[in-house]
């Protein structure tokens, strides 16, 4: 094929080829169909392959030029492609195509490509790890928060006092008006049946309004008061009902008192571990983990965010923009969840357009940098990977496996499972060779009631 490319540059991700293939190219091209066609001609009075070829191209003429065409174009954008080492991103724009038998065939491609930019070295990324350090302090706050999940709550017919848990039902005004008049969202705030609250004298630490809870200390079930609270300057569950005075008309429910099981051996068993002592190590080991844990998804998120501030390079612009209006979306949405009206969102279009800009950018370039790296170390992803967190996903959502795949695969998204995994090949890759500086553990070992339950059957 004596093809003539001309490559010219649009952009950082954009270019645009010109075509060009001799006569004698095409030519040869149509006569090499006209065969084929032949070879599986049934024209009648001849038997099958045996027509004359004058007799196949008069036959097949419109078809054998569409074949030959799309063969064509096909064939010279692909060596155009390969030979200026060009890697496509979507199909390409053909525009200005002059096609015929026995003449040049000429033609335009635009084309948007994966951006070219120098890969910067991802090992030796600085990083700091938390030391592993649990106490024997740390310990026995998981143990009491393994008594806290198996407490009992028990009716308690008296007056409400410091740390009983209350059945609320309210209605809230402010100036007479519904508290969804401020702020839309805070129907919860609003009005409510059968609420359960958690008492609180020190009225800082109240889990719902500041001060709120402290004033139902004395009231007894079935006994009807008003309670007056002025929210804080700061109440980031609501922020437009900041600062704002309201009046609730409650109704106390029920009372109940919080009683924590001893800490005793038939306690250890209720966690399948033969005694206390077991039941403390299985827990010791399980905030060992969590903190390993921890430290080694802080040194992830570390290398990351290190790597992705040495990038910059230009993105494609078309993905960029999908990717722009994906994240427009997601802030749109966060913002309305913190109570933002539209109004309130309609102002700040600016500022969340800048936002989310930055966000597509910086997405992009760590997409591209990443799958550069994955290709660079040869990290694959095998099928059986894939099919055990499908499995995984599956058995957390209750669903066959089998119909969770073909779900998946009907909405194309075992590609997004796949990239995330190579993702994550990444990452452990740029923390195993990272820059580590052990530092000092936080003071608090985390860990939940599950997970403290895990693993403690040590007999």
Not at 189 to 206: I, R, S, W
Not at 402 to 407: F, T, V
Not at 432 to 452: F, G, L, M, Q, R
Request: hydrophobic residues 35%; charged residues 35%.
């Amino acid at each position: 094929m004596n093809l003539k490319v001309e490559l010219i540059d649009l952009g950082p991700c954009k270019k645009q080829l010109r075509f060009e293939l001799p006569a004698a190219d095409v030519d040869a091209a149509f006569a090499t169909t006209a065969k084929q066609f032949q070879k599986q001609a049934n024209l009648s009075g001849y038997r099958k392959g045996k027509a004359p070829m004058a007799k196949v191209q008069a036959e097949f003429a419109s078809q054998i030029e569409k074949r030959v065409r799309e063969q064509l174009l096909n064939d010279c954008y692909r060596k155009g492609i390969e030979d200026n080492n060009l890697k496509p991103i979507l199909e390409p724009d053909v525009e200005e195509i002059d096609f015929k038998e026995g003449i040049d065939l000429k033609f335009i491609t635009t084309v948007e490509t994966e951006p070219s930019f120098e890969l910067p070295d991802y090992k030796g990324l600085p990083a700091e790890r938390p030391k592993v350090v649990i106490t024997e302090q740390n310990v026995d706050d998981a143990m009491e928060r393994l008594r806290d999940g198996r407490a009992e709550y028990q009716d308690q017919d008296r007056e409400v006092k410091d740390g009983d848990y209350v059945n609320v039902s309210f209605t809230a005004t402010s100036d007479g008006k519904p508290l969804t008049e401020f702020a839309p969202t805070a129907r919860g705030m609003t009005e409510q049946k059968n609420m359960p609250l958690h008492v609180h004298g020190d009225g800082e630490h109240d889990h719902f309004i500041p001060g709120f809870t402290q004033k139902l200390i004395g009231a007894k079930q079935d006994d009807r008061l008003t309670v007056v609270v002025t929210f804080p300057d700061e109440f980031h569950a609501q922020p437009k009902l900041e600062g704002i005075k309201a009046t609730y008309e409650v109704t106390i429910g029920q009372v109940k008192e919080k009683v924590l099981p001893q800490l005793d051996d038939e306690f250890a068993k209720g966690w399948e571990a033969d005694n206390l002592e077991k039941l403390r190590d299985g827990v010791r080991e399980d905030l060992e983990a969590n903190q390993q844990g921890e430290a080694n998804r802080l040194v992830r998120m570390q290398v990351q965010k290190a790597y992705a501030e040495k990038l910059d390079f230009d993105v494609p612009e078309s993905i960029q923009q999908q990717e722009l209006h994906a994240a427009v979306n997601n802030i749109v949405r966060s913002r309305r969840s913190a109570g933002e009206t539209e109004e309130d969102i309609d102002n700040a279009k600016d500022q969340i357009t800048a936002e989310a800009n930055a966000a597509a950018t910086d997405n992009l370039r760590w997409f591209f940098a990443q799958k550069c790296i994955a290709e660079k170390e040869k990290l694959e992803v095998s099928r059986e990977e894939v099919i055990r967190v499908i499995a995984m996903q599956a058995q957390q959502m209750g669903k066959d496996p089998q119909k969770h795949i073909k779900e998946l695969a009907d909405n194309k998204q075992i590609g997004h499972i796949q990239n995330r995994l190579l993702e994550e090949k990444v990452i452990d890759l740029m923390a195993e060779h990272a820059k580590i500086t052990e530092v000092e553990s936080p003071d608090e070992a985390e860990c939940d009631d599950e997970d403290c339950g895990q693993a403690h059957s040590h007999g």
